[in-house]
């Protein structure tokens, strides 16, 4: 049964960063893709990122270019660099491998 517990978020100013992390306990981490999915309030749930367990990355048209996923196998971790963050990133970021979601994790942009 694979867990994963998300880390990092907060509060941003516009134009900032942040990173999060999503850390998988478990086997067989290696050979799963896993994706970013965020919900805004009254939104639904949509795919940011997705990486492939060879690291191939896509991305959502709204965050490509400010947006960066990876991960690091030997830590069962993925990662979420966000850079350039708007209002319009403000939401609840999930973490999906499989069946299994994250906790998720707040990001607010505000001035």
């Known amino acids: 049964q694979v867990q994963l517990v998300q880390s990092g978020g907060g509060l941003v100013q516009p134009g900032g960063s942040l990173r999060l992390s999503c850390a998988a306990s478990g086997s067989s981490f290696n050979i799963y893709s896993v994706g970013w999915y965020r919900q805004a309030p009254g939104k639904q749930r949509d795919v940011v990122a997705f990486?492939?367990?060879?690291?191939?990355?896509t991305y959502a048209p709204s965050v490509k270019g400010r947006f960066a996923v990876s991960r690091d196998n030997d830590k069962q971790t993925v990662y979420l660099q966000m850079n350039s963050l708007t209002f319009g990133d403000t939401a609840v970021y999930y973490c999906r491998l499989g069946t299994c979601w994250g906790q998720g994790t707040q990001v607010t942009v505000t001035s």
């Open positions: 990486i492939t367990s060879g690291g191939f990355a």
